[in-house]
Structures are given as C-alpha cells and as structure tokens.
C-alpha cells in the first residue's frame, strides 16, 4: 500500500498522479527525482518518505531484493521517537516482512510484521499486518499461533464486510490444518458468498483457492470443479500468478487425457510470467542507474567547473608574483636579482614536485578506486552492454594513475558525512554480496576533524574494493564505535581470506600508510578460509 501526503516537491506530487494512472515505471522515476530534491534540502524526512514508496513500488512489482534494500535504506532517515514518522514506519515495516515472506525467510518476516504492529495508527493498519504475521505463522506450519491472531482478528472486525470474510477463510484454513476432522466447508462457502455480494473479484479467487485446497482429498469432482472457477476468475482479475496455480491444480485433478491441454497454457504462462518478473527487476535497476549516472556527470562538471576557476585564479596570482618579482629585480640589483631568482627556482620546483607526487597518490586512490566502485555499481545490470562499459572505465582505471595535475577538491555533495560512507560502502553490495552497516549514525562522527574523515574515507573505499576484487564473500559487515576519544571501525567478511603468502598491494600498503599517518593502528586476521577481519582504531580528540 503506497503511502501518500502533501508535499513541497512537484516531482513528488508528480509520482502519485503517475501512480493513480497505472504508469508504474514513471511514477518510480519521479519518486527518485523527488528523493534528489529531499537531499538537496536536506530533508530527511521526505526522503524517507520517497523511499518507502519506491520500496513499495519494487515488491509489489516481483522485486523482493530491491524492495527490501531500498526499504533497509529508508529506516535510515526516519526517526522511531517522532510520532510524524510512525505511519511510515508501520508502511516501511510491513513491505519489509511481504520481501522477507516471498523470499521465504518466515521468521525474518515474522519480525518485521510484529515492528509493523508496534507503529501501526489504526485498526485497519493493525489488521492487515496481523494478517500477513498469521499468513507467515500459517506458512511456517506454526498453525496454533495463526489460529489464535485469526481467532482475535474474527472478534474486533465488522461481520458480512470485505475484511471479515478474508480472516474467516484464513482461520478455516487453519483450523483445518490443525484439526483434519473439522467441517471448514460452511465457514469457506460462508466467506465467498460475503466476497460475492461485495463483488470483491480477489477476494472470490481467494475463496475459490481455498475450497480447492480442502476438497482436493475428499472430493475429487468439487476441487476440480472451483479450480475451473478460480481459472475463470483469474482471469478476468489479469493475475498471472493465480492463473498459474489454478492451471497447476487443474492438471493435479483432472482426467489424464484432459490435461494435456491445460498442461501447455500453464507452461506458457508459466514463461511468460518469469520473463515479465525479470524484465520489472532489469527496468527499475536501469532507472536507478540512469538516475545515479546523471548525477555522476554532473558532479563532473561542477568539479571540471571549479577546476577551470582554481586555475584562472592560480594563473592570476603568478601574474602578480612576477610583477611583484620584476619591482625587486629593479630596485635590489642584478646580484640581489640572480640570487634570489635561484632561490625561488629551487623552492617552487620541491613545492611541485610535493605536490605531483600528492595528487598523484590521491587520483589513485579517489579517482582510480572511485571508477572501480562504478564498475562494481553496474556490473550486475542485465541489458547494459556490459562488457563494452567494463572495457571502457577498465582503461579509465589504469590511466589515472599516470594523472600528475593537481584537482583542489570536489564538488560539494549535499549529503552528511554519514550519509557519504553508507552511500560508499552499499554501493558495493551485489544480488550475492550483501553489505551490512553498523553503528554509522550521524553522533559518531561529531568531533572528528575533516581531514581525518576523508582519510577514513579513502581507506575505507580501498578495503572495499580489495574485497569487491579478490573476497569472493557474500557476507560484508562494517561496524563503527567510538569509546572515549578512540574511533573503532571493524571490518569483516566470509570470503576466502588471507593467503599464508600474503603480500599487501600499493592499495593495502597506501591505507597502512593513511592509518600510521593518523596515528591509528590496523590489525588482518584471516580465519583460514572462513573469512577475513580488519579492525582499525583511531584518535579521534
């Protein structure tokens, strides 16, 4: 269920009238381009709350692992002590526990409903996520605790309604499950009749479902019978899915010389239902990339701007310094003149060599690691020519470590030191590496000098993309904690380790140098296959 209000943002109020036109694909776009403008005011709140939305978008669209990362990122800007928040804590929740169930994680699911619950500001909120706990409970064959959030649901909902006849037909089913000998027909034909009077289309087939279930094994004829009818109603409703198990349940009962037929469309559908899931999850990915790379070019040009200005500045101020030089050459003699002249040839040459091998170490380690990162970004994206943008930034990658013009810093991002490294470290997570987060919240950096934070910044994108190269894990776990006056960042993944012929690259060795430079330790620990773990400390007062 798509969260909406009122907002100072078109591209916001943009998405929902996409949304109400059935355009699903545009109403994403402008609930991102809504998100950039939230950033760009640094509004939290309404990032959060574009966020919630695009989870809610990708679930409901087959997207189980987008939905439920993009709704983990929302938890980060809503604040669980505002009030203001709570409504889209219960949304953000609740779609987090319907990914977890399709994913098939009950007990994950479980817990997310039971979060769901807590913020819920109405009973109408309140019924539907104790439903779908009591559907994961049901799932996960737990049938006694379904059966008693069904038995609470049934005494606190209007009789003869739309969401009465629902939790009537679940806890039938359940009870059912539980009691092989009880008579679930009245309450089931009960529940359909009420859909029916409603003219609730889904909630006939569900009722259709349900009756073919419990008559498939005494009743052969009758199961067969309302597999036909929920055939017929899936149809009419333009659900695949319930298409699909209608035709399963059809070719289960039938005559062995009828089912040919219906064996074929459900093979069919069965195809085109899988191709449509997977060009929804390819569609929403390359929407996200596309924003993400537009955002990219133009902090390139902000950067290429003010690298333009920084050098019609510098060029200025050597004008001034010959000038200024030509004064003294007049009035000091030639003698004062060759001698000082030397002088400064010999200090302005140490300066630039310093500042060549400076800006040498930092494009490598910001912009060399930085197009590695992109790679890593888009590697896993379907219908992009794939192998022609690796090659590209690949040969982009290697030829900025010969870069020996000094850059005088980047565009500003409107993002909070925190932000910055969430946004770093997830960049690198993949559908088979999960990176998870911990402990990075805004207070843990309050007191820590910039330079330090750019430092911690660029070792940290050094180790993450050592793992991106050579881990192999699925598992990435970054932990931030700050005791007194020292900063303590653990790193740690399942990969395969540290090899006993361990020797640290110039990457490995250039984060080394930065934590020495910081006067701040780093200790590997490879635990012999299983994984490697990094911890570093820093003084941080």
């Known amino acids: 269920m798509v969260v909406q209000d009122r907002a100072d943002n078109p591209a916001y109020l943009q998405a929902f009238d996409y949304l109400d036109a059935g355009k699903i694909d545009s109403s994403f776009i402008y609930f991102n381009l809504g998100k950039e403008a939230f950033l760009a005011q640094r509004d939290s ?6 966020l919630v939305n695009m989870a809610i978008i990708l ?10 990362e993009t709704s983990l990122e929302a938890l980060t800007y809503l604040n669980r002590n505002n009030v203001d928040h709570h409504r889209y804590l219960e949304s953000n929740y609740n779609n987090l526990g319907l990914a977890t169930y399709q994913l098939r994680d009950i007990d994950k699911a479980i817990g997310f409903y039971q979060l769901a619950i807590k913020y819920a500001q109405d009973s109408s909120t309140m019924r539907l996520a104790l439903n779908n706990m009591a559907r994961a409970y049901h799932d996960g064959k737990d049938y006694d605790k379904a059966l008693q959030i069904y038995e609470g649901i049934l005494k606190n909902t209007e009789k003869n309604t739309v969401a009465y006849a629902r939790v009537l037909t679940n806890y039938s089913n359940t009870r059912w499950r539980i009691d092989p000998a009880y008579n679930a027909a009245p309450d089931l034909h009960a529940a359909l009749r009420i859909r ?35 055939l017929a109603v899936s149809r009419r409703i333009r659900s695949a899915h319930d298409q699909i198990n209608a035709l399963l349940a059809i070719i289960r009962l039938g005559h062995t010389d009828s089912t040919k037929f219906f064996f074929e469309r459900y093979r069919q559908l069965s195809d085109s239902v899988r191709l449509a899931r997977a060009a929804a999850k390819n569609q929403f990915a390359l929407i996200r990339y596309e924003v993400e790379k537009n955002k990219a070019d133009n902090l390139r040009l902000q950067k290429e701007n003010a690298e333009t200005a920084y050098q019609i500045v510098r060029q200025r101020i050597w004008t001034g310094l010959a000038l200024t030089v030509a004064v003294f050459i007049f009035g000091g003699g ?10 400064l040839a010999l200090d302005a040459q140490h300066r630039i060599d310093a500042h060549k091998l400076k800006t040498s170490k930092k494009i490598h380690d910001v912009v060399a690691n930085g197009i590695y990162r992109v790679m890593a970004e888009i590697e896993n994206q379907d219908k992009i020519d794939r192998d022609g943008i690796l090659d590209r930034l690949e040969n982009m990658y290697e030829k900025s470590r010969d870069i020996s013009y000094e850059t005088n810093g980047s565009a500003e991002v409107p993002q909070t030191y925190h932000e910055r490294i969430a946004q770093l470290l997830k960049s690198f997570a993949t559908a088979s590496t999960k990176v998870i987060i911990v402990g990075n919240a805004s207070d843990l950096w309050a007191g820590v000098d910039a330079p330090v934070k750019e430092e911690i910044e660029c070792i940290l994108q050094e180790l993450m993309v050592n793992m991106r190269k050579h881990s192999e894990a699925t ?20 990969g395969v380790g540290l090899p006993d012929s361990f020797v640290k690259g110039n990457g490995l060795s250039s984060s080394g140098s930065r934590i020495a430079g910081l006067n701040g330790q780093i200790n590997f620990v490879s ?15």
């Open 45 to 50: 709140f309404g990032v959060a709350k574009c």
């Open 59 to 68: 679930t409901d669209e087959g997207d189980y692992f987008g939905g439920q």
């Open 196 to 230: 029916q009077a409603q003219n609730d289309q889904w909630g006939v087939n569900s009722s259709y479902a349900h009756l073919t279930e419990y008559y498939a094994a005494k009743q052969s004829d009758s199961a067969l019978m309302y597999a036909r009818k929920r």
């Open 334 to 343: 030639m003698f004062w003149h060759k001698k000082r002249t030397q002088r």
């Open 475 to 494: 598992d990435v776990v970054v932990r931030f904690e700050k005791e007194a006056d020292e900063l303590r960042i653990s790193y740690h993944d399942n």
């Open 527 to 541: 635990e012999g296959g299983n994984g490697l773990k990094i911890v570093m400390k820093f003084p941080v007062a």
